[in-house]
């Protein structure tokens, strides 16, 4: 999906991932299947690249990451014909504080 967007990917496989979304800022109530980065900031999970763009765009202050705990069904990668789960995207903050960037 980012790749589609035009984000160049590298993507590496590791055993354990927690390591990387501590280092990162993403808390692990906000944990899904894969944490990356981009210009600094963690993006977690199934993020759609037109919010990764907006969040470049803004640079809103103090912010961290961008979050879709879990795997919500029509998320990015999560599609499943004639189903699409509501859910939202999450912005995090260099405190750990999580709010609402995106509905979906």
């Given at each position: 999906h980012v790749r589609a967007?035009?984000?160049?990917?590298k993507a590496v496989d590791v055993d354990d991932v927690t390591p990387y979304k501590?280092?990162?800022?993403?808390?692990?109530?906000m944990a899904s299947c894969h944490?990356?980065?981009?210009d600094g900031y963690a993006i977690e999970g199934h993020v759609p690249a037109d919010l990764i763009d907006r969040l470049l765009r803004e640079?809103?202050?103090?912010?961290k990451a961008?979050?879709?705990?879990?795997?919500p069904?029509?998320?990015?990668g999560m599609e499943v014909p004639g189903r699409k789960d509501a859910y939202n995207v999450m912005l995090i903050?260099?405190?750990?504080?999580?709010?609402?960037?995106?509905?979906?």
């Open positions: 967007a035009g984000y160049q990917v501590k280092k990162y800022g993403v808390p692990m109530e944490t990356g980065v981009v640079k809103p202050r103090n912010a961008l979050a879709v705990p879990g795997m069904v029509g998320s990015p903050d260099r405190t750990g504080k999580a709010t609402v960037y995106a509905k979906r």
